[in-house]
């Protein structure tokens, strides 16, 4: 599957929370999308949660 139809896919998605729950329900499900993206990452082994967290709370910075 291409990233077009992944993409396609996902703006069908956004779209219809858009118009089925108003403002918030598109905002709700782009916080989930965003929070679905950043576990699958990690899950993957692409993205360090712990490093993320410690940036976050500056015990370290990105450079």
């Known amino acids: ?3 077009t139809v992944v993409g396609i896919g996902i703006g069908a ?3 219809f929370m858009a118009f089925q729950f108003g403002l918030w ?6 916080l ?6 950043l ?8 993205l360090d949660l712990r490093s ?9 910075s990105s450079s």
């Open 1 to 3: 599957m291409s990233m």
């Open 52 to 60: 993320v967290l410690d940036a976050l709370t500056g015990r370290r």
């Open 39 to 46: 576990l699958g990452r990690a899950a993957d082994g692409k």
């Open 32 to 37: 989930f999308m965003g929070i679905g993206a």
């Open 25 to 30: 329900g598109f905002i709700i499900a782009l």
């Open 13 to 15: 998605f956004v779209a």
